[in-house]
């Protein structure tokens, strides 16, 4: 697996969590990082990305609440998560892509990591 997310779980309305995303087998510095979330019953969709020059970008929803960041020298990316909402609950996937021309990319994506937010 290129990709191992963890760092899901269970966590109360207002609460924090920090994922993690172990990156192996190819060269991480080089790819554009992003997290995605599925909720039940929902489209996959983009939550936040990071460039190779770190360089973020964020969904509105989690703008102010979640920070991406990245590791080069371990090859990891994170992602925390504070003021937790109900609405956040999914599954978090961890993907990594490189653009070979303007049309064509390399992707890698891990098998996620739950996050249920509920009291």
């Known amino acids: 697996e290129r990709l191992v997310e963890s760092g899901g779980g269970l966590v109360q309305p207002g609460g924090s969590l920090r994922l993690s995303c172990a990156a192996s087998?190819?060269?991480?510095?080089?790819?554009?990082m992003s997290w995605y979330r599925q909720a039940p019953e929902a489209e996959r969709e983009l939550v936040a990305t990071?460039?190779?020059?770190?360089?973020?970008k964020y969904e509105d929803s989690v703008k102010g609440r979640f920070t991406i960041s990245r590791d080069n020298a371990k090859t990891t990316m994170y992602l925390q998560m504070s003021s937790l909402k109900p609405e956040d609950t999914g599954v978090y996937y961890c993907?990594?892509?490189?653009?070979?021309?303007?049309?064509?990319?390399?992707?890698?994506w891990g098998k996620g990591t739950l996050v249920t937010v509920s009291s």
């Open positions: 990071i460039m190779s020059t770190a360089t973020t």
């Open positions: 993907n990594a892509r490189r653009y070979l021309t303007a049309y064509d990319f390399i992707d890698y």
């Open positions: 087998g190819f060269p991480f510095s080089d790819y554009i």
